[in-house]
């Protein structure tokens, strides 16, 4: 088949549905971007932190809840003000990288120098010449809960750049839940404190998943919004748990199939069938109804279905269960007597609102004799008659060094030492690793250094022997011969 054939074969698949075009599919586009109250929310304070040039702004949800579709909203806004922008959808950088990966963004020309000192000072004269134009840039990056901790660190940097009408940039920081908690650590906590702006994006509920189904085919043209019905919807929701990713998935496939079998209403078994194949779990009947989006506080309680209390005799009407747990003591317990109770009997007697079966306070039982170790008769204990005080029976074989406590002391010592022997390696490991990588430099120094010729028998055992050689009264004559002169009056 050729590209047109697939192009027409695609085009006669939703236009069989009454679309013009796909409302589904993957890629984001800001035409389709959900108008609502948490979405419209978070695009307004973006905006309104631009243009107060607050600085620092988080955007944060799961993954799949549409942030980047926000983004490329939001981009279009600042092009239709003609506010400079940067978009960073590759987080994985160096923070010099990064630097230099933002200018190229704004198309500022760079230096040869790829220094980190140097690229600050270019964006900053780049940022005090367009403020003085009337822009606003903004830096936008995607995917932030990937930037290591150091980048995060180095994008204070950025922030300091101010003067006295605001930020001269502004950030937009959008990434999953995971960046909130990197935020929080101790070390980000001048960071965290610049943060002026943090919206975040809920999952859907099941009213908004409908209202979002319904926004996405009238935005492609549909006339009719039926192709989906309630129940295909609720079963929608019970697998994608309120992530418009997963929504759009299964809607486009589900359709895909509908068309295949000639039929113009997409079924819940449709969407079954999609499920199945991308191993998606879900819930049908009832429970589907319950709103797992919000958490057990914020649900509607009108959703949840009433739970029905089976009867525990034939005498006894099934009993509907408050929706709140409410205790009623039970005021019509049936007598304890001996004497047999008929079946009139008890069809007569009224049924209690909750039936408490008669319980009998528990018998404390004796405790069990403690099996003794063998290890418990190694040592011995026997009552000496003339002593009358208790002496220890040592059995052969015994090795108390076994069991001998240990020594607090021996053990505080053994810890420090294994402590040092992990940080030493870990030294020896960073030390290795640089000098492995600084030897060839060292190297080519060393042949450049050209030390003394050093003789140490002419250098100090010369200098000592001329030390020896000369007498200490200089004055007087000396000796050539070893022989003492001798003496007068002797002969």
Known sequence: MTTAGASRGYDSLFGSFGLKENPFHVSPDPRFLFSGQAYQTAIAELMFG???????????GEA???KTTLMRCFLQWLADRHFSSSYVFHTHLAPAELFEFILRDFGVPIIDSARKTDLLATLQQWLLSRQALGDTPVLIIDEAQALSIRTLSELRLLLNLENLTGKLLQIVLAGQPELTEKLHRPELGALRQRMMVHCRLPVLTLEDTAQYIDARLRGAGATDPRIFSPETVQTLY?????????????????????????????S????????????????TGPSALIDIALPPRERDPAKIPPVVVPPKSIAERPVIAAKAPVIVPAMNVLPATHAPVSPSTLASTPAPAVWFAPTRAPVPQPPKPKEKHSKEFIVEFCLDSAQQKELPKIVDGFDWRKYRPENP??????????SFRSDSKELYSFLAVRIKSLAPYLASSARKIRLPSLNVRRNLFGSLTNWLRTPLNKHRPR???ATPPARAGKT
């Open 50 to 60: 631009v243009q107060t040039r607050r600085g620092l702004h988080v955007l944060t």
């Open 64 to 66: 799949g809840t549409g």
């Open 238 to 266: 019970s697998y994608a748990r309120g992530i418009p990713r997963v929504t759009n998935l299964l809607c486009e496939r589900a359709m895909i199939g509908a068309y295949a079998e000639h039929q113009t209403i997409v």
């Open 268 to 283: 819940p078994a449709h969407v079954r069938k999609v499920a199945a194949e991308y191993d998606l779990e879900g819930e």
């Open 409 to 418: 002391f021996k053990g505080y010592w053994s810890e420090i030492s294994r």
């Open 479 to 481: 000796v050539p011969s």
